[in-house]
Structure formats: C-alpha cells, structure tokens
C-alpha cells in the first residue's frame, strides 16, 4: 500500500536542529527519525514511499539520493573511480520525494499527492512520530468499518508527574504516566481516495476543513492505539527519544 509520510514542516520548536536540517531529519540512534517512521512500514510490508517535501527539500533528497553510499561500507579506486560494495544495506524501499512547496499546509501537501497515489487507498503520516503501532490491525479496522478515514487516536505520556490527592495526603504517585483519557491524534492514518476531494488546496490544514467535514459526514474513524507513541516536537523531545533508542526502542516490534 502506498505510504505518504508528511516532511515539509518548518520544525520551529526544534529551531536547535531545525536551522540546519528539516525536522524528519533530526537523528535517533544515528538515523534520521523518518527512517525509523519508514522502518515501521516496511515490517508490515509497506514499502512505496511518497514523501511530501517543503522546508530544505533538498536534505531530504540528497540523504535517499546518496543512501546506498551513506549507509554501506565500499572500496574506491581513486585512480579509475570504480566502487566496490563490500556490505549493502537491505532496505528494499521505493521512495518517491516531490516538492510541495515550502508555504503549503498539511492538507495542501497531501492534495498534491493525488496524481501520484491515483484511485487507491493509502496510508499517511506525519514525519516526526514514532510508535508500536499494529499496521495490520489498523488496516483490518479500516476495512472493517468502511467509512472514508481512519485516524489512530493515542494517549500520550503526561509532561508531569502524576499525583492522585485525598485531602493533602498521595494516595498515588506517577513520573510522567501515559494519560488514561484524553484521545489525541496521533498520526498513522489510512483513507479512501475520496477524501482528497475535501482538500480545498495548499492553504488547506488537514486537521481542520477535511478531517471536520469528514468528521460532519460520519466518515471518521478512530483506531485506539494503546501502545507506545511520542512525537519529537522539541529538544526534549528528542532527548527523550534518544535515551528510549539507547534502551531498546519500544516503537520497534
């Protein structure tokens, strides 16, 4: 199935990276965290990329452009410029990276897509999020319903330590739980080709005209991931999701 994966964000609140790099470009373990969104795709078998460009497009380019170089080890001869692998990496991705301007939004960069994607179902997520999400069993949900989109509602992990109070006296104390409400989206979408026409064009949001109307029309759905999930929005973030990778990554299944 076709996976769009949304990369053309200006990446403020990460301005320590950002000013350098585009935000899915930001390194965990080494690899920029579109790789590991990526990896989470293609272990269920989704492996045709279409990755929506704004913000220096051209890092994103150069890095699939130069991959196998980046990612293997290989011998030069300096003298005929001849190259011998010796270890290749296996990824057998097919990534297809288009410029949806620098100023589009969300919405408008997915509108873009549609000539590419054609009349299928796809996927679509954002290029800063990382989970253990079940892609299997998302699609089997999505199928199941039938209605135009499928949105995957997470519940983050709490910013604060978490005090459960009778009187003055803690009955309970939590560093930094995950929420047990508060649904948010978390990404990791899956929709039926009508849905590109409620995108009105570049200066659409997606989570605001397309996904309301859907929303208005009963075409909405949401798949409960309970799992892992955290998105990198700033330095801590990233700090955060670092130490994770150094501990094993619970986004990898």
């Known amino acids: 199935m076709k996976v769009i994966l949304l990369a053309g964000g200006f990446g403020t609140r990460l301005a ?3 000013d350098v790099i585009p935000k899915p470009m930001v390194p965990i373990g080494g690899k920029p965290i579109l790789w590991h969104i990526m990896q989470t795709y293609a272990r269920f078998g989704h492996k045709d990329f279409y990755v929506a460009l ?4 051209e890092v994103i380019k150069e890095y699939f452009l130069n991959y196998r170089a980046l990612n293997a080890d290989f011998t030069i001869d300096l003298a005929s410029g001849g190259v011998t692998s010796l ?7 097919r990534v297809t ?7 589009s939004m969300t919405g408008g960069r997915v509108k873009r897509m549609r000539s590419l994607i054609g009349n299928e179902t796809c996927m679509l997520t954002y290029g800063d999020g ?4 079940d892609l299997d069993a ?4 999505h199928r199941s319903h039938g209605k135009m989109v499928t949105v995957s509602a997470v519940r983050p992990a709490a910013r604060f330590g978490e ?3 009778d009187g003055a006296r803690v009955e309970s104390f939590q560093e930094k739980p995950q929420l047990q409400e508060g649904w948010i989206n978390g990404g990791y979408f899956i929709f039926e080709p009508a849905f590109f026409d409620m995108i009105a064009g570049d200066s659409t949001l997606l989570e605001r005209e397309p996904l309301e109307q859907a929303t208005k029309a009963g075409e909405l759905m949401a ?7 955290h998105c990198m929005d700033t330095k801590r973030d990233h700090e955060l999701l670092e130490s994770l990778w150094a501990k094993g990554a619970p986004w990898v299944r």
């Open 54 to 57: 704004g913000y220096k497009a």
């Open 223 to 229: 798949y409960r991931h309970d799992g892992f999930w």
């Open 97 to 103: 990276l288009v410029n949806t301007g620098e100023a």
């Open 87 to 93: 270890q290749v990496d296996p990824v057998d991705w």
């Open 16 to 18: 320590e990276y950002t």
């Open 163 to 165: 005090l459960d109070l």
């Open 138 to 141: 998302l699609l089997a949900f």
């Open 130 to 133: 990382v989970a253990d999400i």
